[in-house]
Protein backbone atom coordinates (compact mmCIF):
# COMPACT_ATOMS: atom_id res chain seq x y z
CA UNK A 1 0.00 0.00 0.00
CA UNK A 2 1.44 3.80 -0.82
CA UNK A 3 2.01 5.48 1.88
CA UNK A 4 2.35 9.18 2.05
CA UNK A 5 5.06 10.73 4.35
CA UNK A 6 5.71 13.98 6.12
CA UNK A 7 9.02 14.53 7.73
CA UNK A 8 9.19 17.79 9.86
CA UNK A 9 12.94 16.91 11.08
CA UNK A 10 16.13 18.01 8.64
CA UNK A 11 17.31 21.17 7.15
CA UNK A 12 17.15 23.11 3.95
CA UNK A 13 20.50 24.92 2.72
CA UNK A 14 19.54 27.40 0.26
CA UNK A 15 22.35 28.94 -1.83
CA UNK A 16 22.93 30.78 -5.07
CA UNK A 17 23.69 28.60 -7.78
CA UNK A 18 20.77 26.71 -8.61
CA UNK A 19 20.65 25.66 -12.13
CA UNK A 20 17.94 26.78 -15.03
CA UNK A 21 16.10 24.58 -17.02
CA UNK A 22 17.76 25.08 -19.77
CA UNK A 23 19.95 22.46 -21.71
CA UNK A 24 23.40 23.25 -23.21
CA UNK A 25 25.46 21.42 -25.16
CA UNK A 26 29.42 20.91 -25.27
CA UNK A 27 32.26 19.65 -27.13
CA UNK A 28 32.82 15.90 -26.08
CA UNK A 29 35.27 15.29 -23.58
CA UNK A 30 39.16 14.30 -24.27
CA UNK A 31 39.40 12.41 -21.61
CA UNK A 32 37.56 10.11 -19.35
CA UNK A 33 38.26 8.08 -16.51
CA UNK A 34 36.90 5.59 -13.79
CA UNK A 35 37.70 5.69 -10.40
CA UNK A 36 37.90 2.52 -7.64
CA UNK A 37 37.73 4.95 -4.97
CA UNK A 38 33.80 5.72 -6.02
CA UNK A 39 33.19 2.46 -4.83
CA UNK A 40 32.84 1.65 -1.12
CA UNK A 41 34.61 -1.41 -0.32
CA UNK A 42 36.34 -2.06 -3.37
CA UNK A 43 39.71 -3.73 -4.46
CA UNK A 44 40.05 -3.78 -7.78
CA UNK A 45 41.75 -6.17 -10.53
CA UNK A 46 42.89 -4.65 -13.37
CA UNK A 47 41.50 -6.19 -16.96
CA UNK A 48 43.53 -3.65 -19.02
CA UNK A 49 46.85 -2.27 -19.56
CA UNK A 50 48.45 1.54 -20.99
CA UNK A 51 48.01 1.65 -24.68
CA UNK A 52 45.38 -0.85 -24.61
CA UNK A 53 42.43 0.24 -26.77
CA UNK A 54 38.65 0.10 -25.66
CA UNK A 55 35.34 -0.04 -26.65
CA UNK A 56 32.10 1.99 -24.39
CA UNK A 57 31.41 -1.43 -22.44
CA UNK A 58 34.37 -3.01 -22.35
CA UNK A 59 35.89 -4.30 -18.99
CA UNK A 60 38.61 -2.08 -17.38
CA UNK A 61 38.64 -3.72 -14.11
CA UNK A 62 36.60 -6.26 -12.21
CA UNK A 63 35.56 -6.41 -8.35
CA UNK A 64 39.07 -8.95 -7.08
CA UNK A 65 36.46 -10.85 -4.43
CA UNK A 66 33.50 -11.35 -6.95
CA UNK A 67 34.90 -11.28 -10.34
CA UNK A 68 31.32 -11.37 -11.85
CA UNK A 69 31.22 -7.98 -11.33
CA UNK A 70 32.64 -5.69 -14.19
CA UNK A 71 33.41 -2.25 -14.53
CA UNK A 72 33.42 -0.74 -18.50
CA UNK A 73 35.07 2.16 -20.09
CA UNK A 74 32.48 4.43 -20.88
CA UNK A 75 34.11 5.84 -24.24
CA UNK A 76 36.17 4.12 -26.83
CA UNK A 77 39.61 4.98 -27.20
CA UNK A 78 43.11 4.01 -25.52
CA UNK A 79 43.97 3.00 -22.12
CA UNK A 80 46.29 5.99 -21.00
CA UNK A 81 47.18 6.28 -17.89
CA UNK A 82 46.54 4.10 -14.43
CA UNK A 83 47.08 6.15 -11.64
CA UNK A 84 48.20 4.21 -8.35
CA UNK A 85 48.14 5.94 -4.58
CA UNK A 86 50.48 4.55 -1.77
CA UNK A 87 50.63 0.65 -1.83
CA UNK A 88 49.94 0.86 -5.35
CA UNK A 89 46.40 1.18 -4.72
CA UNK A 90 44.76 2.31 -7.93
CA UNK A 91 43.27 5.76 -7.51
CA UNK A 92 42.06 6.29 -11.51
CA UNK A 93 41.95 5.04 -14.78
CA UNK A 94 42.04 7.21 -17.52
CA UNK A 95 40.79 6.58 -21.26
CA UNK A 96 41.87 8.99 -24.26
CA UNK A 97 38.46 9.08 -25.83
CA UNK A 98 38.17 8.68 -29.99
CA UNK A 99 35.99 11.86 -31.70
CA UNK A 100 33.62 8.98 -32.40
CA UNK A 101 32.66 6.81 -30.28
CA UNK A 102 32.41 3.13 -30.86
CA UNK A 103 30.34 0.35 -28.50
CA UNK A 104 30.58 -2.77 -27.90
CA UNK A 105 27.64 -4.85 -29.06
CA UNK A 106 25.48 -6.57 -26.05
CA UNK A 107 22.37 -8.49 -27.29
CA UNK A 108 19.96 -9.28 -24.27
CA UNK A 109 16.18 -9.90 -24.15
CA UNK A 110 14.16 -7.71 -22.15
CA UNK A 111 11.99 -11.01 -21.25
CA UNK A 112 14.66 -13.24 -20.01
CA UNK A 113 14.51 -14.60 -16.56
CA UNK A 114 15.87 -13.32 -13.13
CA UNK A 115 19.50 -14.77 -13.78
CA UNK A 116 20.07 -13.87 -17.11
CA UNK A 117 19.35 -10.06 -16.42
CA UNK A 118 21.50 -10.57 -14.04
CA UNK A 119 24.37 -12.08 -16.01
CA UNK A 120 23.39 -9.59 -18.36
CA UNK A 121 24.47 -6.15 -16.01
CA UNK A 122 26.66 -7.82 -14.64
CA UNK A 123 28.48 -8.61 -18.21
CA UNK A 124 28.01 -5.08 -19.75
CA UNK A 125 29.41 -3.45 -16.42
CA UNK A 126 26.58 -1.96 -15.56
CA UNK A 127 25.77 -3.75 -12.62
CA UNK A 128 27.43 -1.45 -10.53
CA UNK A 129 24.56 1.03 -10.89
CA UNK A 130 22.79 -1.06 -8.24
CA UNK A 131 23.71 -0.55 -4.84
CA UNK A 132 22.72 -2.43 -1.66
CA UNK A 133 21.74 -1.27 2.05
CA UNK A 134 23.14 -1.90 4.12
CA UNK A 135 26.73 -0.68 3.87
CA UNK A 136 25.92 1.20 0.92
CA UNK A 137 28.23 -0.76 -1.63
CA UNK A 138 27.44 -2.38 -4.84
CA UNK A 139 24.77 -5.40 -4.68
CA UNK A 140 25.66 -8.93 -4.61
CA UNK A 141 24.24 -10.79 -7.68
CA UNK A 142 24.03 -13.66 -5.06
CA UNK A 143 21.82 -11.75 -2.73
CA UNK A 144 17.73 -11.67 -3.07
CA UNK A 145 16.99 -8.40 -1.60
CA UNK A 146 13.64 -7.63 0.28
CA UNK A 147 12.93 -4.84 -1.71
CA UNK A 148 14.26 -2.38 -4.09
CA UNK A 149 13.79 1.28 -3.94
CA UNK A 150 14.04 4.07 -6.64
CA UNK A 151 14.43 8.34 -5.23
CA UNK A 152 12.93 10.09 -8.16
CA UNK A 153 14.07 13.36 -6.37
CA UNK A 154 17.09 14.62 -4.43
CA UNK A 155 16.80 17.57 -1.58
CA UNK A 156 20.45 18.12 -1.11
CA UNK A 157 21.55 22.13 -2.10
CA UNK A 158 21.43 23.02 -5.34
CA UNK A 159 20.23 18.93 -6.68
CA UNK A 160 19.24 18.64 -10.29
CA UNK A 161 15.57 18.47 -11.02
CA UNK A 162 14.55 14.86 -12.05
CA UNK A 163 11.41 15.83 -13.24
CA UNK A 164 12.98 17.91 -15.68
CA UNK A 165 16.09 15.66 -16.90
CA UNK A 166 12.95 12.34 -17.19
CA UNK A 167 10.74 14.92 -19.31
CA UNK A 168 9.31 12.77 -22.48
CA UNK A 169 11.27 9.52 -21.17
CA UNK A 170 8.11 7.87 -20.12
CA UNK A 171 8.91 4.70 -22.00
CA UNK A 172 11.89 3.92 -21.79
CA UNK A 173 11.82 4.44 -17.93
CA UNK A 174 9.34 2.02 -17.94
CA UNK A 175 11.28 0.01 -19.78
CA UNK A 176 13.60 -0.15 -16.74
CA UNK A 177 11.73 -0.68 -14.01
CA UNK A 178 10.34 -3.40 -15.33
CA UNK A 179 13.33 -5.31 -15.73
CA UNK A 180 14.47 -3.95 -12.17
CA UNK A 181 11.02 -5.71 -11.26
CA UNK A 182 12.23 -9.08 -11.71
CA UNK A 183 15.39 -8.91 -9.62
CA UNK A 184 13.19 -9.13 -6.43
CA UNK A 185 10.44 -11.25 -4.97
CA UNK A 186 9.21 -8.08 -2.94
CA UNK A 187 8.11 -4.63 -3.70
CA UNK A 188 9.74 -2.05 -6.39
CA UNK A 189 9.08 1.33 -3.83
CA UNK A 190 9.18 4.55 -6.32
CA UNK A 191 9.07 7.25 -3.66
CA UNK A 192 8.25 10.89 -5.05
CA UNK A 193 8.08 14.63 -4.13
CA UNK A 194 5.70 14.87 -2.02
CA UNK A 195 6.26 18.82 -1.57
CA UNK A 196 5.84 19.57 -5.65
CA UNK A 197 3.68 17.78 -8.82
CA UNK A 198 5.95 14.80 -9.75
CA UNK A 199 6.54 14.21 -12.96
CA UNK A 200 4.05 11.58 -15.01
CA UNK A 201 7.33 9.90 -15.71
CA UNK A 202 6.61 8.79 -12.15
CA UNK A 203 3.64 9.28 -11.19
CA UNK A 204 2.20 7.06 -14.29
CA UNK A 205 5.02 4.00 -13.80
CA UNK A 206 3.17 0.93 -13.65
CA UNK A 207 4.40 -2.13 -11.46
CA UNK A 208 5.10 -0.13 -8.40
CA UNK A 209 4.25 1.09 -5.21
CA UNK A 210 4.43 4.79 -5.65
CA UNK A 211 5.16 6.83 -2.25
CA UNK A 212 5.01 10.26 -1.47
CA UNK A 213 7.54 11.80 0.52
CA UNK A 214 7.36 15.55 1.79
CA UNK A 215 9.72 17.62 4.08
CA UNK A 216 13.03 19.47 4.11
CA UNK A 217 16.34 17.44 3.04
CA UNK A 218 17.25 14.55 3.56
CA UNK A 219 13.85 13.70 2.52
CA UNK A 220 15.52 12.43 -0.84
CA UNK A 221 17.94 10.31 0.58
CA UNK A 222 17.01 7.09 0.01
CA UNK A 223 18.29 5.89 3.32
CA UNK A 224 15.89 7.60 5.39
CA UNK A 225 12.67 6.51 2.82
CA UNK A 226 13.97 2.97 3.45
CA UNK A 227 13.85 3.54 7.25
CA UNK A 228 9.86 5.21 7.05
CA UNK A 229 8.71 2.58 4.52
CA UNK A 230 10.65 -0.75 5.20
CA UNK A 231 13.17 -0.48 7.84
CA UNK A 232 16.51 -2.99 7.46
CA UNK A 233 16.98 -4.94 10.21
CA UNK A 234 20.22 -7.17 10.93
CA UNK A 235 20.70 -9.88 8.24
CA UNK A 236 17.50 -7.62 5.45
CA UNK A 237 19.07 -6.21 2.64
CA UNK A 238 17.48 -3.63 0.06
CA UNK A 239 18.77 -2.59 -3.13
CA UNK A 240 18.49 0.46 -4.71
CA UNK A 241 18.62 3.13 -7.94
CA UNK A 242 18.38 6.25 -9.02
CA UNK A 243 16.22 7.29 -12.39
CA UNK A 244 19.32 7.95 -14.77
CA UNK A 245 20.62 4.26 -13.50
CA UNK A 246 17.07 3.28 -14.91
CA UNK A 247 17.67 4.90 -18.22
CA UNK A 248 20.69 2.93 -18.74
CA UNK A 249 19.44 -0.19 -17.74
CA UNK A 250 16.80 0.51 -20.49
CA UNK A 251 19.23 1.78 -23.24
CA UNK A 252 21.40 -1.96 -22.86
CA UNK A 253 18.50 -4.18 -23.26
CA UNK A 254 17.17 -1.65 -26.06
CA UNK A 255 19.73 -0.73 -27.90
CA UNK A 256 22.27 -3.44 -26.81
CA UNK A 257 25.19 -1.11 -25.83
CA UNK A 258 27.06 0.39 -22.67
CA UNK A 259 25.47 3.75 -22.52
CA UNK A 260 26.18 5.81 -20.07
CA UNK A 261 25.34 9.72 -21.30
CA UNK A 262 23.69 11.70 -18.42
CA UNK A 263 22.09 14.90 -17.99
CA UNK A 264 24.39 16.90 -15.61
CA UNK A 265 23.79 20.24 -13.46
CA UNK A 266 26.72 22.79 -12.98
CA UNK A 267 25.52 24.75 -10.08
CA UNK A 268 27.12 27.09 -7.56
CA UNK A 269 27.62 30.29 -6.38
CA UNK A 270 30.78 30.73 -8.46
CA UNK A 271 29.05 29.95 -11.72
CA UNK A 272 27.83 32.59 -13.48
CA UNK A 273 25.00 30.95 -15.92
CA UNK A 274 24.36 27.60 -14.15
CA UNK A 275 22.50 25.01 -16.30
CA UNK A 276 22.17 21.40 -17.37
CA UNK A 277 24.70 19.71 -19.81
CA UNK A 278 24.48 16.32 -21.48
CA UNK A 279 28.46 14.64 -20.63
CA UNK A 280 29.33 10.91 -20.18
CA UNK A 281 29.94 9.50 -16.91
CA UNK A 282 33.79 10.64 -16.31
CA UNK A 283 33.74 13.19 -18.38
CA UNK A 284 36.46 15.88 -17.67
CA UNK A 285 34.63 18.97 -16.30
CA UNK A 286 37.23 21.38 -18.49
CA UNK A 287 34.41 21.64 -21.06
CA UNK A 288 31.77 22.90 -19.04
CA UNK A 289 33.62 25.50 -17.26
CA UNK A 290 35.25 26.68 -20.27
CA UNK A 291 32.08 26.90 -21.78
CA UNK A 292 30.71 28.65 -18.34
CA UNK A 293 32.11 31.65 -17.35
CA UNK A 294 33.55 31.06 -13.86
CA UNK A 295 33.75 33.97 -11.74
CA UNK A 296 37.58 34.71 -10.86
CA UNK A 297 38.92 34.18 -7.57
CA UNK A 298 40.03 30.24 -5.64
CA UNK A 299 37.19 28.07 -6.14
CA UNK A 300 36.32 24.71 -4.88
CA UNK A 301 35.24 22.26 -7.77
CA UNK A 302 33.29 19.63 -6.58
CA UNK A 303 31.37 16.28 -7.90
CA UNK A 304 28.40 15.96 -6.53
CA UNK A 305 26.55 18.33 -3.87
CA UNK A 306 28.19 20.60 -1.20
CA UNK A 307 27.28 18.21 1.62
CA UNK A 308 28.69 14.68 -0.06
CA UNK A 309 30.45 15.51 -3.14
CA UNK A 310 34.15 14.70 -4.08
CA UNK A 311 37.08 17.59 -4.31
CA UNK A 312 38.44 17.87 -7.76
CA UNK A 313 40.79 20.13 -10.03
CA UNK A 314 39.48 22.95 -12.73
CA UNK A 315 39.96 19.54 -15.29
CA UNK A 316 38.81 17.22 -12.98
CA UNK A 317 36.31 14.14 -14.18
CA UNK A 318 32.52 13.80 -12.59
CA UNK A 319 31.95 10.76 -10.15
CA UNK A 320 30.61 7.49 -11.36
CA UNK A 321 26.86 8.05 -9.57
CA UNK A 322 27.36 11.70 -9.60
CA UNK A 323 24.76 14.34 -11.47
CA UNK A 324 26.10 17.47 -10.23
CA UNK A 325 29.11 19.78 -10.75
CA UNK A 326 29.08 22.46 -7.91
CA UNK A 327 31.93 25.48 -7.82
CA UNK A 328 31.85 27.79 -4.63
CA UNK A 329 34.57 29.98 -2.92
CA UNK A 330 37.45 27.97 -1.23
CA UNK A 331 37.10 29.18 2.86
CA UNK A 332 40.90 30.91 2.65
CA UNK A 333 40.34 33.79 4.44
CA UNK A 334 39.92 34.07 8.15
CA UNK A 335 37.17 36.45 9.60
CA UNK A 336 38.70 38.41 12.43
CA UNK A 337 35.81 38.09 15.64
CA UNK A 338 33.33 37.38 12.77
CA UNK A 339 31.33 35.54 15.55
CA UNK A 340 29.98 39.10 17.02
CA UNK A 341 28.61 40.70 13.90
CA UNK A 342 24.87 40.25 13.16
CA UNK A 343 25.55 37.45 10.71
CA UNK A 344 22.97 38.58 7.92
CA UNK A 345 25.05 37.24 5.37
CA UNK A 346 25.84 34.06 6.91
CA UNK A 347 23.72 30.83 7.27
CA UNK A 348 23.00 29.42 10.65
CA UNK A 349 20.38 26.65 12.10
CA UNK A 350 20.31 28.64 15.66
CA UNK A 351 19.21 31.87 16.16
CA UNK A 352 22.38 33.40 16.53
CA UNK A 353 22.88 35.17 13.55
CA UNK A 354 19.56 37.47 12.18
CA UNK A 355 19.57 35.44 8.97
CA UNK A 356 16.93 33.29 10.57
CA UNK A 357 14.37 36.22 9.97
CA UNK A 358 14.71 35.58 6.28
CA UNK A 359 14.13 31.86 5.91
CA UNK A 360 13.93 32.04 2.07
CA UNK A 361 17.24 33.56 1.65
CA UNK A 362 19.97 32.35 -1.00
CA UNK A 363 23.70 32.41 0.43
CA UNK A 364 26.88 32.98 -0.81
CA UNK A 365 29.02 29.81 0.98
CA UNK A 366 32.38 29.11 1.26
CA UNK A 367 34.02 26.16 2.43
CA UNK A 368 35.34 27.52 5.95
CA UNK A 369 34.86 25.10 9.13
CA UNK A 370 34.48 28.54 11.19
CA UNK A 371 35.93 26.68 14.17
CA UNK A 372 38.02 23.91 14.74
CA UNK A 373 37.64 20.29 15.93
CA UNK A 374 36.64 20.67 19.83
CA UNK A 375 35.27 18.97 22.70
CA UNK A 376 32.30 16.65 21.60
CA UNK A 377 29.90 17.69 23.98
CA UNK A 378 26.01 16.58 23.52
CA UNK A 379 23.92 19.50 21.92
CA UNK A 380 20.67 17.98 20.00
CA UNK A 381 21.56 19.47 16.89
CA UNK A 382 22.39 16.03 15.04
CA UNK A 383 18.36 14.97 15.98
CA UNK A 384 16.66 18.35 15.02
CA UNK A 385 18.31 17.33 11.23
CA UNK A 386 18.09 13.63 11.28
CA UNK A 387 14.75 12.39 10.65
CA UNK A 388 15.10 8.74 11.98
CA UNK A 389 14.07 7.15 14.89
CA UNK A 390 17.82 6.75 16.13
CA UNK A 391 20.38 8.38 18.83
CA UNK A 392 22.73 9.66 16.22
CA UNK A 393 25.26 11.05 18.47
CA UNK A 394 25.15 7.75 20.29
CA UNK A 395 25.89 5.97 17.11
CA UNK A 396 28.61 8.49 16.39
CA UNK A 397 30.76 7.64 19.59
CA UNK A 398 30.16 3.55 19.42
CA UNK A 399 31.97 4.04 15.69
CA UNK A 400 34.92 6.40 17.09
CA UNK A 401 35.44 3.58 19.60
CA UNK A 402 34.67 0.33 17.20
CA UNK A 403 31.91 -0.75 19.58
CA UNK A 404 30.43 -3.42 17.38
CA UNK A 405 27.36 -4.16 19.65
CA UNK A 406 26.55 -0.98 20.57
CA UNK A 407 26.73 -0.25 16.69
CA UNK A 408 24.51 -2.25 15.82
CA UNK A 409 22.11 -1.67 18.59
CA UNK A 410 22.13 2.02 17.61
CA UNK A 411 21.02 1.53 13.78
CA UNK A 412 24.61 1.28 12.12
CA UNK A 413 22.39 -0.85 9.28
CA UNK A 414 19.80 1.85 8.38
CA UNK A 415 22.52 4.51 8.10
CA UNK A 416 25.21 5.68 5.65
CA UNK A 417 28.02 9.07 5.18
CA UNK A 418 24.93 10.73 3.44
CA UNK A 419 22.14 10.37 6.20
CA UNK A 420 24.26 11.96 8.57
CA UNK A 421 26.23 15.20 6.13
CA UNK A 422 23.85 17.49 7.71
CA UNK A 423 24.66 16.37 11.72
CA UNK A 424 28.43 16.73 10.21
CA UNK A 425 26.93 20.30 8.97
CA UNK A 426 25.44 22.09 12.12
CA UNK A 427 27.74 19.87 14.65
CA UNK A 428 29.25 22.44 16.97
CA UNK A 429 32.51 20.24 17.76
CA UNK A 430 32.96 19.87 13.80
CA UNK A 431 33.53 16.43 13.90
CA UNK A 432 34.21 14.57 10.52
CA UNK A 433 30.94 12.41 11.27
CA UNK A 434 30.60 11.18 7.25
CA UNK A 435 34.30 9.91 8.11
CA UNK A 436 33.49 8.37 11.61
CA UNK A 437 30.10 6.56 9.97
CA UNK A 438 32.26 5.11 7.04
CA UNK A 439 34.55 3.60 9.08
CA UNK A 440 31.83 2.43 11.42
CA UNK A 441 30.13 0.44 8.33
CA UNK A 442 33.24 -1.26 7.07
CA UNK A 443 34.12 -2.53 10.15
CA UNK A 444 30.62 -3.98 10.20
CA UNK A 445 30.50 -5.40 7.01
CA UNK A 446 34.00 -6.73 7.56
CA UNK A 447 33.30 -8.60 10.98
CA UNK A 448 29.99 -9.97 8.94
CA UNK A 449 31.48 -11.32 6.05
Known sequence: MSKDIRLKKGLNIHLLGEADKVYASIPQSKTFSLKP?????????????????VKAGSCLFIDKYNEKIRFSSPVSGSVTEIIRGAKRRIMEVKVCAESEISYKNFSFDINSSREKIKDALLESGVW???????????????DNPKAIFISTFDTAPLAPDNDFILHGLDGMFQKGVDIIKKLTDGKVHLNVDGNTNPSKVFTDCKGVEINKISGPHPAGNVGVQIHHIDPINKGDIVWYLYPQDILTIAKLFTEGRYDVSRMVALTGSQVERPRYYRTISGASISNMIFENSII????????????TGTKISSDGNIGFYDTQITVIPEGDKQEFLGWIAPGLQKFSMS??????????????LNTNYNGEERAYVVTGQYEKVLPMDIYPMQLVKACMIHDIDAMEQLGIYEVSEEDMALCEFVCTSKMEVQNIIREGLDLVKKECS
Open 296 to 307: NGNNRFISGNVL
Open 351 to 364: KSYFSWLTPKKKYH
Open 37 to 53: TDFHSLVPRMKVKEGDK
Open 128 to 142: PFIRQKPFDTIANPS
